[in-house]
T-cell receptor, first 115, second 114 residues
């Protein structure tokens, strides 16, 4: 079974631009979560989507948004990019069925550099 | 979710067992212990998880103390490819329809040497 895929893998943007990152979950997984990783803040939760609905949201400004499609693929968008948005953006997918043994599987990430 | 405490770094000789400790003294009864690792610049990789019993899979073993206040991840025969940052995460059982967020600490940087 293929793992979580993220595109693009690397991206360079300039301040003020916007960017869209894509995530394809493992087949059959219905939940997609997004995380930001920076050297200073570590791994931080952005948001989670399930059945095209945002179920959980981290403490990030409104410039960060996302959506999920009917096939569970997800995109996240960052508008008006700032230098501090330079980071590794990680997507994780899971089945999100009842029970405590829910495991999230991560993709390779998209490394965004804002100049 | 309960907080975890891990040593910032550890060294291990190749071929020896690597024992990575994690303290989660405030864990509650419905919280699971998860371990992930992250090799430089890659996405975190799931290793193993457990509730109260010891667990073993093809990658590692997880030993949880009887009071559940601490756990140890054991890599039985460490190789150079096991050099990574290892994260111990404690989280509640999520509700149906949500995965619940993972709260990552700073982890333990394991260096496996020849």
């Amino acid at each position: 079974k293929a793992g979580v895929t993220q595109t693009p893998r690397y991206l360079i943007k300039t301040r003020g631009q916007q960017v869209t990152l894509s995530c394809s979950p493992i087949s059959g997984h219905r939940s997609v979560s997004w995380y930001q990783q920076t050297p200073g803040q570590g791994l931080q939760f952005l948001f989670e989507y399930f059945s095209e609905t945002q179920r959980n949201k981290g403490n990030f400004p409104g410039r960060f948004s996302g959506r999920q499609f009917s096939n569970s693929r997800s995109e996240m968008n960052v508008s008006t990019l700032e230098l501090g948005d330079s980071a590794l953006y990680l997507c994780a997918s899971s089945l999100a069925i009842s029970g405590g043994q829910e495991t999230q599987y991560f993709g390779p990430g998209t490394r965004l550099l804002v100049l | 979710d309960a907080k975890t405490t891990q040593p910032p770094s550890m060294d291990c000789a190749e071929g020896r067992a690597a024992n990575l400790p994690c303290n989660h003294s405030t864990i509650s009864g419905n919280e699971y212990v998860y371990w992930y690792r992250q090799i430089h610049s890659q996405g975190p990789q799931y290793i193993i998880h457990g509730l109260k019993n010891n667990e073993t899979n093809e990658m590692a073993s997880l030993i949880i103390t009887e009071d559940r206040k601490s756990s140890t991840l054991i890599l039985p025969h460490a190789t150079l490819r096991d050099t990574a940052v290892y994260y111990c995460i404690v989280r509640v059982a999520p509700l149906t329809g949500t995965a619940s967020k993972l709260t990552f600490g700073t982890g333990t940087r394991l260096q496996v040497t020849l």
